[in-house]
């Protein structure tokens, strides 16, 4: 029964293995500072593991979960002349249209909420003059808002793009139409 | 009525070329940015529209690229660097970058992006630290920086540090990191600001790369407890990071300057020197 519902609708999660993973560390590293007391004493080690998951969920969010939930990738270039470039790249517009809704739903608020998040917890710590935690707070928040940034510009890109791609399409189609039109007559 | 598609209706010619220069926006084929070495191959554009998009575990249609150097493997996404060739003068067939990819490997596996990462890491850190013949244009040096390789040196000089200390060891950890990663940006604030030209991420990248020998030399430091030895080794290893990250340093700033762009990365090696040195 679950099976003709799939097929119905498409309203589930298109790569769940992805998503899962895209969650995972976001909400291991968050944990993991959060319940640090009760796993490790030393600083050390929180330090290390809390950043070494917000880093891991970096390279995932950049790399993994941004090409397949989203179909958008950013990177730097830099050129022959020593300037250095920030692409912005997005899959082809059927690619696009035929991505999940839920899956960019997911990826866009897990995003959005763990910056949050980490703000939240970096000001728990600023009030209570603890700046070695601060240190982590920031390292990790920083890494969202990389991913955060690169994301949102590649999006507005790819927004543009489409709107770019529609007009010269309707352009096109009417000037053919047109065209066509006048060959008949 | 004829259908009205691209391909079976003759269009007016400049909404065709239109057509083609959003399709080449779209796959954003880096034509005109073609890689810093002379052995690369130029990139052909494959259209992006013309691949399946397909889950992370089903390896992606080959795209074939005609390199003139036909590398062991003909497949684009794997870069020959991963074989065990140390000759610095066979580079992977990607084009220069920093954390990302070329336009056809949006719909790459996974285990081809880690293995692209990876082979970026250990060829950078062959440039920087280690001779070749490249040095001489440090322009070259890191065109295809990567944050990576730092923020493992980082971390792995500050955990060794504070393996070593005996007491107070968070503290010992949290100075080191945070000395390191606020005087990498310092540093190159500083030659930015002396009217230098170089680009932010990749000056991080280079002074982090540059740590390697202080990561060995910290290492061998935690196992010797012969004060002599450490007082021997920790200048031998301070020299060969700062010989590593003088050229790329030096040509960024007019050559007035350089001693002020100079002088304050060997301080800071020189510092971390004592650290080692003076940690028991």
């Known amino acids: 029964m679950d099976r003709i519902q799939e097929n119905v609708t498409t309203e589930n999660y298109a790569n769940p293995s992805t998503c899962f993973f895209h969650v995972l560390f976001k909400g291991g590293a968050l944990a993991f500072y959060i319940l640090s007391t009760l796993f490790a004493n030393s600083f050390v080690i929180i330090f290390v593991i809390t950043v070494l998951l917000a880093a891991l969920d970096f390279w995932i969010v950049k790399n993994v979960s941004g090409r397949i939930l989203v179909g958008l990738r950013w990177w730097n270039e830099i050129n022959e002349q020593g300037v250095s470039i920030w692409k912005f790249e997005c899959l082809d517009q059927e690619s696009l249209s035929r991505m999940n809704k839920k899956d960019s739903w997911l990826f866009w608020w897990t995003i959005y909420l763990s910056a949050v998040a980490w703000v939240f917890l970096g000001i728990f710590s600023l009030i209570r ?57 | ?169 968070s503290e010992v950890f949290a100075v080191a990191f945070a000395v390191l990663a606020a005087g990498a940006i310092i540093l190159t604030l500083n030659v930015l600001l002396l009217g230098g030209h170089i680009i932010f991420f990749q000056s991080l990248s280079l002074l982090g790369y540059c740590l390697f020998p202080l990561d060995i030399g910290a290492l061998v430091c935690m196992f010797t407890s012969s004060v002599l030895l450490k007082v021997i080794l920790v200048p031998i290893t301070l020299a060969w990071s700062s010989w590593a990250a003088y050229p790329f340093m030096s040509a960024a700033v007019s050559p007035r300057r350089k001693a002020l762009a100079l002088y304050p990365v060997f301080l800071m090696y020189v510092s971390v020197g004592f650290l080692i040195i003076a940690i028991d």
């Open chain 1, 129 to 185: 003059f603890e700046a070695d935690y601060l240190l982590v707070v920031g390292v990790c928040l920083s890494l969202n808002i990389a991913n955060i940034v690169g994301f949102t510009k590649c999006q507005k890109d790819a927004k543009k793009q489409i709107q770019q791609f529609a007009q010269q399409t309707i352009a096109s189609r009417f000037t053919s139409t047109v065209q066509s039109a006048f060959s008949i007559v």
């Open chain 2, 1 to 169: 009525m004829a259908m009205s598609h691209n391909d079976s209706v003759p269009l007016h010619p400049s909404s065709q070329s239109d057509i083609d220069e959003i399709e080449n926006l779209i796959n954003a084929a880096p034509a005109t940015v073609l890689p810093a070495r002379p052995q690369s191959p130029p990139r052909a554009s494959i259209p992006v529209s013309s691949s399946p998009f397909i889950q992370s575990n089903i390896p992606p249609p080959s795209f074939h690229n005609k390199p003139p150097i036909p590398p062991p493997i003909s497949s684009v996404s794997v870069s020959p660097a991963v074989l065990p060739v140390t000759d610095p003068n066979v580079r992977p067939t990607v084009s220069a970058e920093g954390f990302g990819s070329a336009p056809n490997t949006l719909t790459e596996p996974v285990w081809d992006t880690v293995k692209r990462d990876l082979s970026r890491i250990i060829s950078n850190l062959k440039l920087v630290v280690f001779p070749n013949p490249f040095r001489e244009d440090p322009g070259k040096a890191l065109r295809d920086w990567d944050l990576w390789g730092p923020f493992f040196f980082i971390v792995f000089l500050g955990l060794v540090l504070s393996w070593s200390a005996s007491v107070r060891k």
